[in-house]
C-alpha cells in the first residue's frame, strides 16, 4: 500500500524483544521536500487493510535521515543466512567531517576483514541532530559477536561512547534479504536506487507491535 503512493521500501528487519516485535523500515522518498510523505499520510487512513494494520501498533516513530556513506559495499545477490545489524552512533558536529573521514577510508577493508556488505550511514534530519545510524548485512553465523566486531571500527573513536547496536532478521517483504517472491527486476530496482551517486532523502520508519 504504501509503495502504490510512490514511496519504495530499501530494507525492513524486525527483532523481537519480549512480547512485543520491533520493525525497522528504511523508505526511499523520491522528492527532496518530502511532498509525497505528506501525501501519503493523508492517503493511508483511507486504506482498510492499512487501517488493520495499524490497530496492532502500541507506537510509531518516523524519523527523516539523509544518506551520507561515502562508500559502501554494495548487496550483490540475495542472502540465506544473513541479518542486518543496525548501529546508531551519537557524532557531535564538529567532529563529523572525521568521522565520514574514516568511514571513507577504512569501510572497505573492515567489511571484508569481517564478510559484511552494505555499510550505509544515515544522518537524522528530524530526531536528534547528533545521531547517525548505521545498517550492515552480516552473517547468521556472526549474530552474537556482530557488535564485538564493530566496536574495532576505527571510526567509534570520534562518536560520543559505542553505538546502540541491534541485530535484524529481515521481514518477508525486505527487498535485499526477505523471502517474499519479487516482481520482474523489482529487487536489481531497488539496489540500482540505492547505489545512484546522491542518495536520496529516506525515512526511517520504526513500529512496535504487540503479540
Known amino acids: 500500500m504504501i509503495q502504490d503512493n510512490g514511496i519504495d521500501l530499501l530494507l525492513s528487519g524486525w527483532a523481537r524483544n519480549g512480547d ?6 528504511y523508505w526511499a522518498i ?3 521536500n518530502a511532498q509525497e510523505l505528506i501525501h501519503l499520510e493523508y492517503a493511508l487512513p483511507d486504506e482498510p487493510g492499512y487501517g488493520s494494520f495499524a490497530n496492532l501498533f502500541i507506537d510509531e516513530i518516523k524519523d527523516i535521515a539523509v544518506a551520507v556513506s561515502p562508500v559502501r559495499i554494495r548487496p550483490t545477490r540475495r542472502h540465506n543466512g544473513h541479518l542486518y545489524l543496525r548501529a546508531a552512533y551519537r557524532v557531535r558536529l564538529h567532529n563529523f567531517n572525521e568521522f565520514q ?4 577510508q577504512e569501510l572497505v577493508s573492515f567489511a571484508f576483514a569481517n564478510g559484511w556488505e552494505l555499510g550505509d550511514m544515515y544522518l537524522g534530519l528530524t530526531g536528534s541532530s547528533t545521531t547517525m545510524t548505521q545498517m550492515w548485512i552480516i552473517p547468521e553465523s556472526q549474530s552474537l559477536s556482530s557488535v564485538q566486531k564493530l566496536s574495532r571500527a576505527c571510526w567509534q573513536a570520534v562518536a560520543d ?3 546502540d547496536c541491534v541485530v535484524l532478521e529481515p521481514t518477508p517483504a525486505d527487498p535485499v ?7 520482474v527486476n523489482g529487487k536489481q530496482d531497488v539496489i540500482d536506487y540505492l547505489n545512484k551517486g546522491t542518495a536520496p532523502i529516506n525515512a526511517t520508519q520504526r513500529i512496535a507491535v504487540g503479540q
Open 101 to 104: 573521514a574514516l568511514l571513507e
Open 30 to 32: 523520491p522528492s527532496p
Open 177 to 183: 534479504l526477505g523471502s517474499q517472491p519479487l516482481p
Open 161 to 163: 561512547g559505542p553505538p
Open 20 to 25: 512485543t516485535v520491533m520493525f525497522y523500515n
